[in-house]
């Protein structure tokens, strides 16, 4: 028997045109969804393809449009258009203050298909530099620490954090595929993992510092892994032991991160294909949770596996009419959206939900996400021997005409979503909204220097 564990299904278990897994559908006013008041956030011209948090007030969303647009969470107001790029926005990232730079501010950068890294100071929306020496479309950026900073594309660029180029690392030309997902390998400081196409390669970085200035550094290649079948979507540390790649095939592969070997394999389809090579169980994207459990968007569907025991612990095969692209908790992890190519968000927690138990109970507050989401401790969950029950349909929110391309959690301010119809779409819970307008209400007529 091979060392690698088939724990989703085999290939004569997988769906067919006569067997297939009826889409779950949401019936009535929705009650449960929280997410009852919809704000439009409108400034982009093409598709959006990122947005991130910067911290509880602001997000960052980055497009086609060759514009980064930093948002304000709470009043879902524009701050800044960060223009300057000449092509799409292909990455970003966020620095803390650098000793370069006078301001305290916090710094983002941008990457670009025009060749050029940007920084510009978030509070202000100024571009404080514009980094050139790249030489190619940057597909990813990664942080090794402050000082330190990685780009990626044909090519590995180090860089410190004041901008200057340190050294670049010129990839064979066997290796066609631009590197496009970076992560930096947790318990291995100077260690990097890179994907390109279906290949992980394994990077070494290091770096001189004097008097706490970084001088100098360099890039060795280390090692490439045992590639996938098909092209890698999703690259996620997992642990100080290990991390995840899941790919277009449909597999999950499980590696050390001291020895770079892989540990277990899970979702292993052979007719990975699908009709018309579709690949309908690709692997769009992955979340860790505790440093033990796996959620794996596959698919139409998600899947949440425990590592250590190799188990499937739960699964909802059809979540959605199509591929799933990205998933996060919201309500403190009672439930699970899931947002997908057909153009929707979907809201998915236990069954206890409909039996009047939401997401406010007080019960829950001192519960981990993954706790709340499935009603059920950690501790039980680690000797838990049966399947769980699947995940139930909570709530849908529609507003977007195409495409969903990521969702994110905004806590007390609900989440933002952003799409191919190049709108950022704020989902507000409307009770909360609606006791804070009331709230500054009342400080307005008790405020004794009010006109009232």
């Known amino acids: 028997m091979s060392v690698f564990q088939k724990l989703w299904r085999t290939n004569s278990e997988l769906p067919t045109k006569s067997t297939k897994v009826k889409v779950e559908e949401i019936e009535g006013d929705q009650p ?41 969470i709470q009043l879902c107001l524009k701050l800044f258009v960060l223009s300057g790029h000449t092509r799409p926005i292909t990455s970003l990232l966020l620095l803390r203050s650098r000793a370069s730079y006078s301001s305290d501010s916090d710094w983002l950068l941008t990457g670009s298909s025009d060749k050029t890294i940007k920084v510009w100071d978030l509070d202000t929306g100024k571009c404080l530099q514009t980094m050139t020496d790249h030489g190619a479309s940057v597909k990813c950026l990664l942080s090794i620490n402050d000082d330190v900073f990685l780009s990626a594309g044909q090519s590995l660029h180090l860089w410190s954090g004041a901008g200057k180029l340190l050294d670049c690392y010129h990839r064979t030309d066997m290796e066609i595929e631009d590197i496009n997902l970076m992560i930096h390998v947790c318990g291995q400081k100077d260690r990097v993992v890179a994907a390109s196409g ?34 890698i979507r999703s690259l996620t540390n ?23 070997l892989p540990t277990c394999k899970f979702n292993t389809i ?44 739960c699964e909802k095969v059809s979540a959605h009419y199509s591929k799933i692209l990205h998933m996060t908790f919201v309500c ?21 939900h409909l039996n009047g138990s939401g997401p406010e109970d007080k019960l829950d507050m001192d519960l981990r ?30 507003a977007h005409s195409g495409a969903v391309q990521m969702v994110v959690d905004c806590g007390l301010e609900g989440m933002l979503s952003c799409g191919v119809d190049g709108l950022v779409i704020a989902w507000k819970n409307a009770e909360l909204q609606a006791m804070k307008r009331n ?8 405020n004794p220097s009010g006109i009232v």
Not at 200 to 218: A, C, F, W
Not at 287 to 294: H, K, N
Not at 439 to 446: H, V, W
């Open 198 to 231: 279906k290949q992980v390669g394994v990077y070494q970085v290091n770096t001189t510092t004097t008097d706490v200035v970084i001088e100098t550094g360099n890039i060795v290649f280390v090692k490439n892994l045992p590639s996938h079948l098909e092209a």
């Open 270 to 313: 052979d007719s990975y294909q699908g009709k018309d090579h579709l690949y309908p169980y690709s692997i769009q994207h992955v979340i860790c949770l505790e440093e033990r459990f796996l959620l794996a968007a596959i698919g139409s569907g998600f899947g949440l596996f425990d590592i250590t025991t190799r188990k499937l612990l």
């Open 439 to 446: 709230q500054i209400i009342q400080e307005q007529f008790l």
């Open 332 to 352: 403190d992890g009672a439930y699970l959206a899931t947002c997908s190519e057909d153009g929707s968000i979907r809201l998915w927690g236990h069954t206890r």
């Open 238 to 260: 997992l642990s100080d032991q290990c991390f995840a790649s899941g790919s277009l095939d449909g597999t999950i592969i499980i590696w050390s991160s001291q020895t770079f």
């Open 32 to 72: 449960l969804n929280p997410f009852t008041e919809v704000l439009i956030l409108q400034q982009h011209s093409d598709i959006i393809r990122q947005l991130h948090r910067v911290d509880d007030k602001r997000c960052v969303s980055i497009g086609d449009d060759n514009l980064a647009v930093v948002w304000d």
């Open 369 to 398: 996400p993954i706790e709340r989401f499935l009603d059920i401790s950690c501790d039980q969950l680690r000797h838990y021997k049966d399947t769980l029950p699947e995940p139930v349909l909570i709530g849908e929110c529609l």
